[in-house]
């Protein structure tokens, strides 16, 4: 997992199309299916709360584990 700066996550791990994104309020998700340009774009986005929310939380199967 590797730390980001945003107001809304708290860290991000990638691995196999398997993205895990930790938030500040404590819950812990994973997505699946996930391709590494997207996760790359939400590593390098200017703002990575805003990328997750038009890229990522509704376009991907996931399951919230924590």
Same mark, same amino acid.
């Given at each position: 997992?590797?730390? =980001?700066?945003?107001?809304?996550? #708290?860290?991000?791990?990638? +691995? !196999?199309?398997?993205?895990?994104?930790?938030? *500040?309020?404590?819950?812990?998700?994973?997505?699946?299916? =996930?391709?590494?340009?997207?996760? #790359?774009?939400?590593?390098? +986005? !200017?703002?990575?709360?805003?990328?997750?929310? *038009?890229?990522?939380?509704?376009?991907?199967?996931?399951?919230?584990?924590?």
């Amino acid at each position: 997992m590797t730390f =980001v700066h945003s107001s809304n996550l #708290a860290a991000v791990g990638y +691995a !196999a199309g398997i993205l895990k994104v930790a938030f *500040r309020s404590g819950s812990v998700y994973v997505y699946f299916g =996930v391709p590494w340009h997207v996760y #790359a774009g939400l590593m390098s +986005a !200017a703002s990575h709360g805003s990328y997750f929310h *038009r890229h990522i939380r509704m376009s991907y199967p996931y399951q919230r584990i924590v």
